[in-house]
C-alpha cells in the first residue's frame, strides 16, 4: 500500500547551556492511508514531540534537526511556513490530552468551531455556522444546535474532546493525530471517544497517528503500532504480533506490567529501575541498563531496527531472528 | 470465605458531606452537591478495600473525611474502637501516629523548600521519636525499605522522578508505623513500567507490617491486583461492595458492569470495550436512583425511588432495584 | 537587568554605611560666603554647593542614609503586620478571615497620603513619626497577598500530609505554609522599600519629614526648587537619585521573583524540558 505519511530519521533537539538534548534521536514510521498507527511510550519518550513535529509546533527552543517528514510526497521539514499553515487543520489535524486547556474560556462553543471552518474554507459566517452544527451532531453531541451558544465551561471534559474532534474534522484532514485523547478522562467516556474516533475515521476514510500510553487503547483501536523509549522507537509491527510475539525486552517488560482484568497474579513484573533523562542516554542500547538480557554489545554498540518477522521489526542484538531465515 | 471475617479497623457509618454549589459572578449559593451521601462502610484489618469510582464520585472526599482532614457534615468513623470525629483535638494528634495518608500527585504532596531527609522524618521529630542522630537513622532506613539510597535525604523533592517521589510519599507515611494508610490513588499519575513497581512495594510493605489500606483508585483493573475487598462510588453513595472475586466475576449493578466493560482490553482478539449511554447534560430527580440517566436496564421505579445498598447474598451488596 | 538593580541597590547600601567615609565634607556646615553659595558642579565640589555653601556631594550621601532607613524600617513596619494579619487570616478562614480582610479594607480605602501628613501635622514632623506612619498605611496590600498566597497554600497535598503526621497550627505554618509564602512576599517588599522612598521624598519635599539640617533627598529639592534657573544641580542630582532608586528596587524585585522558587531555576536549565 502506498504510504501516506512517511517519518525518516527525524531527530528532534533542545539546545542548552549544557549542550543539546534530544528527546527524538532517530525516529522511523510510516502511516498507511485510511489505518491506525499507534505511538506508545511511557512519559519521556518522546512520542508527543514527535507529533507535534509533523505540524511543525514544536515548543521553542525545539527544533528538528534531521530526518524527513513526508505527506503525500511532500517533506514538511523543509516546507516555508506559508506553506505549513494551509497544511495544519486542513491536511493534517491534531487533538491533544487537555481538553479543558485546548478550548479559550473566552469564546463560545459555536464561535470556536465556525472560527476553524473558516480558516480553512472560503464560506460565509452563516453557511460555517450550519456546517458546525453538522459537526457537533457527527460527533454525538446532544441539542448541537443550543450548545452553540454555551462556554467551554458548560461543557464536561468528555464533551469538550468532542468540540475538539469537531473542529479537527472539520476540514477532512488526511491524518488525524490523536495525542493521549482520552488520558484525562474517566474510563467510561473514553469508551465513547475511543468509539467515536473509530467511527470517524472510517467515515472520512483517515489515518489516526494515536499516541498513547495504554495498551489497551493500542489492542483495541490500532492496526499498527511502534513502541518508542528513550526518543527512538524500538519495536514496530502490526498491532496483534506485539501481543502474541514482542521482540523487543522493554515491549515485553511493558506488556507484562500491565495490570490485567481477570488475570489478577501474584506480583505484577515491573520493569526495573527508572527511565533516564533523555539528556543522560546511555552508551550502546538505551534499555541496557534496566535489560536482563543485555551484554558487552549492548553496551557499546546501538542495535538498529531490523526485520525480525514479516512487516515486523526491532531494534535489539538478542532479538530472535527471523522465522524460516534459521539456516540448519 | 465470610465465615472467617476477620477484625475490623475501621468502620464508617453514614458519612455524609457536602459543598456549597456557587454559579454566576456574584458567587451565589444555589445549591449543594452531596459528595459523600451516606456511606457506609468496614475495613478490615491486614486487608486491603478499594474504593472505586470516576471523577466527582467523591471517592477521595471520603478519604479525607475518614482521617478527618476534613471536617464531616454528619455521621461516624470508628478506628480501633474510637469514635474519631468526635475526638478533642488533642486526642486526635495522637492518633494521627496510627492513620496515614498517601497522596496521588508526587509533585503536590512533597513541600518543594523540604529536604527529602527532613520530609521523611517529620512526623517522627513531631512525635519525639528519638534523638537527632536517631531519626537521622531511622530516615535512612525508611528510605532503603522503599527502594531509595541514603544520599536522597540531602535532595529536594524536585531532582527525583515521579515513581521515586512516590517512594518518598510512602517511606513518610509508613514513618510513624500506622496501622491504617488511606492510598488516594498512588499510582494513576505513574508509568505503567512504574506503576507495578509502586503496586508491588504497597503489596510488601502490607505484608511485613500488618497494614490495613483503603485504596481508591479510578482503574479496576488495577484494583483487581491489591484489594480484597471493592466499593464501587457513584455520585457520593456506595452502589456495590463485595469481596474481589465476586465483584469482578459477577457485578451485581448496572455501574460496575458499565465500569468493567469500559476498560481497554490489551488483547486485540478481546471484545471492543462497550460505550453506554453518553452521560446525560442534566442531573435527574433528587428521588430516583443517581444513575437512571445512564443506566441499560432501568425501570420506572428507577425514577420516583431511590435504591438503598443492601446485601444480596453472602456479603454482596448493591443499590439496584433490579438484582 | 535584575543584577543591575541589585548592584545599585547594594551600592546605595554601602554608600549610606559609610557616608561618613564618603562624604567630604561635613553635611551640615555652612558657608554662607557669596562665593561660596550656588556653586556649579567642578573643583570646589562634584556636585556643586547649595544656597547656604553646604557640599551638595556629602548632603546627597547623607539623605540617601535617611531615605534608605526610613525605606527599611517603614516596610519592616508593613512585613511585621502585613504578615501577621495575612497569616492569621489565610490560614484560619471563615470568619476570621471575613473580619480581618473588612479590617484590611477600611485601611486600604483611607487616602493614605492625605492622612499620612494629618498624622505627621499633629505630631510634628519628624523621620522617626514618617517611618512608623509609612509603615502604619502601607500593609494591607501585603496583607492582602500574604493571604492569599496562604489560602492556596493550605490546601496543598503537602499540608495535607503534614496535618495527616500530626503537625499543629504553628509547624503547618512555619514549615509549609510560610516558607512557600515568602517569594513573593520579598518581591513585594523589595517593591515597596522603593515606594517607601518615594513618600518619604515627598513629604520632605513638603517640610514635614526630614528637617533641616538634617538632609534628605526631598528637602534638598524643596530648597532647590527656588533656584531651578540658577542652580539646576540642587534639583537635578536629587530628583535623578530617587529615579534611580526606585527604578532598582523594582528591576532587583523582578529578578527576585524568578531566582526564589527551586523549581523555576531548575527550569532556567533546561532540565526539566521533556517530550
Known amino acids: 500500500m502506498e504510504n501516506l505519511l512517511e517519518v525518516k530519521g527525524l531527530e528532534v533537539s533542545f539546545p542548552s547551556p549544557a549542550g543539546d538534548f534530544k528527546p527524538v534521536a532517530g525516529v522511523d514510521f510510516v502511516l498507511e492511508p485510511g489505518r491506525t498507527l499507534g505511538l506508545v511510550g511511557e512519559s519521556g519518550c518522546g512520542k508527543t514531540l514527535t507529533a507535534l513535529s509533523i505540524l511543525r509546533l514544536l515548543p521553542p527552543p525545539g527544533k528538528i534537526t534531521a530526518g524527513k517528514i513526508n505527506l503525500q510526497g511532500v517533506d514538511l521539514v523543509t516546507l516555508p511556513e506559508k506553506e505549513m499553515v494551509k497544511i495544519r487543520g486542513a491536511k493534517v ?21 465556525t472560527e476553524a471552518i473558516r480558516a480553512h474554507q472560503r464560506i460565509s459566517r452563516a453557511a460555517a455556522r450550519r456546517r458546525a452544527v453538522e459537526l ?5 453531541i446532544p441539542r448541537a444546535e443550543e450548545r452553540l451558544g454555551d462556554y467551554p465551561h458548560q461543557f464536561s471534559g468528555g464533551m469538550r474532546q468532542r468540540v475538539m474532534l469537531a473542529m479537527a474534522i472539520s476540514c477532512r484532514p488526511l491524518v488525524l493525530i490523536a495525542d493521549e485523547p482520552t488520558t484525562a478522562l474517566d474510563v467510561t467516556v473514553q469508551a465513547q471517544i475511543m468509539g467515536l474516533l473509530k467511527r470517524l475515521r472510517e467515515e472520512l476514510a483517515m489515518s489516526l497517528l494515536l499516541v498513547t500510553h495504554d495498551l489497551g487503547i493500542v489492542a483495541q ?25 514482542p521482540a523487543h525486552p522493554y515491549t515485553r517488560g511493558l506488556l507484562r506490567s500491565v495490570p490485567r482484568l481477570g488475570q489478577r497474579i501474584r506480583r505484577l513484573q515491573a520493569i526495573e529501575g527508572v527511565v533516564p533523562e533523555s539528556s543522560l542516554r546511555p552508551r550502546g542500547c538505551s534499555f541496557h541498563p534496566r535489560c536482563e538480557l543485555a551484554d558487552e554489545r549492548c553496551r557499546e554498540a546501538e542495535p538498529v531496527l531490523e526485520t525480525v518477522g514479516d512487516s515486523h521489526l526491532a531494534a535489539c542484538h538478542k532479538a530472535p531472528p527471523p522465522a524460516g531465515k534459521t539456516d540448519g | 470465605m465470610e465465615a472467617d471475617r476477620k477484625e475490623v479497623l475501621v468502620s464508617i457509618k453514614d458519612l455524609r458531606k457536602s459543598f456549597p454549589v456557587q454559579k454566576g459572578w456574584l458567587f451565589r449559593t444555589v445549591g449543594r452537591l452531596n459528595a459523600v451521601d451516606g456511606v457506609s462502610l468496614e475495613i478490615e484489618k491486614g486487608t486491603t478495600t478499594a474504593l472505586v469510582g470516576e471523577t466527582g464520585s467523591g471517592k477521595t472526599t471520603l478519604g479525607r473525611l475518614v482521617l478527618r482532614l476534613l471536617p464531616a457534615d454528619s455521621g461516624q468513623v470508628w478506628f480501633q474502637g474510637v469514635e474519631i470525629l468526635s475526638l478533642p483535638p488533642s486526642r486526635l494528634k495522637n492518633l494521627r501516629q496510627d492513620m496515614q495518608v498517601i497522596f496521588q500527585d508526587p509533585y503536590g504532596s512533597l513541600n518543594p523548600r523540604m529536604r527529602v531527609g527532613e520530609i521523611v522524618g517529620e512526623g517522627l521529630r513531631i512525635f519525639r521519636r528519638g534523638s537527632r542522630a536517631e531519626i537521622a537513622e531511622k530516615v535512612k532506613e525508611l528510605l532503603a525499605k522503599v527502594g531509595l539510597p541514603p544520599s536522597a535525604r540531602e535532595l529536594y523533592p ?20 500506622p496501622a491504617f494508610i488511606v492510598c488516594d ?116 421505579r428507577c425514577r420516583e425511588e431511590a435504591p438503598a445498598l443492601r446485601e444480596v447474598e453472602g456479603g454482596h451488596r448493591a443499590a439496584c432495584w433490579e438484582v | ?33 557669596p562665593e561660596s553659595i550656588l556653586l556649579p558642579p567642578g573643583p570646589g565640589g562634584v556636585m556643586g554647593t547649595d544656597e547656604l555653601g553646604r557640599d551638595l556631594f556629602s548632603r546627597m550621601v547623607y539623605g540617601g542614609r535617611v531615605s534608605l532607613s526610613v525605606g527599611l524600617i517603614a516596610v519592616g513596619i508593613s512585613l511585621l503586620i502585613g504578615l501577621t494579619v495575612g497569616a492569621i487570616a489565610g490560614y484560619f478562614g471563615g470568619w476570621v478571615d471575613s473580619a480581618l480582610m473588612r479590617f484590611t479594607e477600611m485601611v486600604m480605602i483611607f487616602p493614605a497620603f492625605y492622612f499620612i501628613l494629618m498624622v505627621l501635622a499633629f505630631l510634628g514632623p519628624s523621620l522617626r513619626n514618617v517611618m512608623v506612619v509609612i509603615g502604619i498605611f502601607s500593609w494591607p496590600g501585603l496583607c492582602r497577598l500574604v493571604r492569599a498566597e496562604f489560602l492556596s497554600l493550605r490546601e496543598r497535598e503537602y499540608v495535607l500530609a503534614a496535618r495527616s503526621l500530626g503537625a499543629g497550627h504553628l509547624r503547618l505554618i512555619r514549615r509549609h505554609i510560610l516558607p512557600n509564602a515568602l517569594a513573593p512576599v520579598f518581591v513585594y517588599a523589595t517593591l515597596a522599600v522603593g515606594g517607601a522612598i518615594l513618600v518619604e521624598s515627598s513629604i520632605s519635599f513638603l517640610g514635614l519629614g526630614a528637617q533641616p539640617p538634617t538632609a534628605s533627598w526631598g528637602n534638598i529639592i524643596a530648597a532647590g526648587r527656588h533656584y ?29 521573583r524568578d531566582r526564589l522558587d527551586p523549581r523555576l531555576r531548575e527550569g532556567r536549565d533546561g532540565k526539566s524540558a521533556r517530550g
Open chain 1, 93 to 113: 489535524a491534531m487533538i491533544f490530552q487537555e481538553p479543558m486547556t485546548s478550548l479559550n474560556p473566552v469564546f463560545t462553543i459555536g464561535n470556536q468551531v
Open chain 1, 136 to 140: 457537533l451532531r457527527a460527533v454525538n
Open chain 1, 221 to 245: 483501536a490500532t492496526d499498527r503500532v511502534a513502541v518508542m523509549y528513550l526518543g527512538r522507537i524500538v519495536e514496530t509491527c502490526p498491532t496483534p504480533l506485539i501481543f502474541q510475539s
Open chain 2, 158 to 177: 524536585h531532582e527525583f522522578s515521579g515513581g521515586q517521589r512516590q517512594r518518598i510519599g510512602i517511606a513518610r507515611a509508613i514513618a510513624l508505623r
Open chain 2, 185 to 300: 490513588e498512588p499510582v494513576s499519575s505513574l508509568d505503567v513500567s512504574i506503576q507495578a513497581q509502586i503496586l508491588n512495594l504497597l503489596s510488601d510493605l502490607q505484608e511485613e507490617m500488618g497494614l490495613t489500606y483503603l485504596f481508591i483508585a479510578h482503574d479496576l483493573s488495577v484494583v483487581e491486583h491489591i484489594a480484597d475487598r471493592v466499593a464501587v462510588m457513584y455520585r457520593g453513595r456506595v452502589v456495590e461492595e463485595a469481596v474481589r472475586d465476586r465483584l469482578y466475576r459477577q457485578p451485581l449493578h448496572p455501574y460496575t458492569r458499565v465500569l468493567i466493560e469500559s476498560i481497554p482490553v490489551p488483547d486485540p482478539a478481546a471484545r471492543p470495550p462497550s460505550s453506554a449511554r453518553p452521560a446525560p447534560d442534566s442531573e435527574d430527580s433528587e428521588a430516583g436512583c443517581s444513575f437512571y440517566s445512564r443506566c441499560p436496564i432501568r425501570v420506572d
Open chain 3, 1 to 33: 537587568m535584575a543584577t543591575v538593580g541589585g548592584f545599585l541597590v547594594v551600592a546605595m547600601v554601602l554608600a549610606a554605611l559609610f557616608a561618613p567615609a564618603l562624604a567630604p565634607h561635613d553635611p551640615a556646615a555652612a558657608d554662607p560666603r
Open chain 3, 228 to 256: 531651578v534657573e540658577s542652580a539646576w544641580w540642587m534639583t537635578l542630582f536629587p530628583g535623578l537619585a530617587i529615579l534611580v532608586t526606585v527604578l532598582s528596587y523594582n528591576l532587583l524585585g523582578e529578578g527576585l
